[in-house]
């Protein structure tokens, strides 16, 4: 019973697989055309905004608690990140 039920649980996935596979190559697809990236520019400008973003939040926490520390960090990361995103944009829509 145990064997027939694992089976039938591994043929029901087999058969899905494709299917959803298909759907997430489309999403990961689409999401670079659209920021007009190619995968390692994308890789890399992710990699550095999560770890930019990372230290944000802590030297914010550490801000919170002592004024002195930090004044600012996490404003400037935002700010920079957010208009290295704009330009890649702008360079996007004029590149293609």
């Known amino acids: 019973m145990i064997n027939y039920l694992a089976q039938n649980i591994t043929e029901k996935a087999r058969l899905q697989r494709p299917l959803k596979y298909g759907r997430y190559c489309r999403m990961f697809s689409h999401h670079l055309k659209e920021s007009g990236k190619s995968y390692g520019e994308h890789f890399m400008f992710a990699m550095r905004a999560g770890f930019l973003l990372l230290w944000a939040g802590v030297a914010s926490i550490v801000h919170a608690f002592i004024p002195g520390l930090f004044p600012f960090v996490s404003q400037r990361i935002v700010m920079r990140l957010a208009e290295a995103s704009r ?10």
């Open 87 to 96: 330009r890649q944009q702008q360079n996007a829509g004029t590149d293609g």
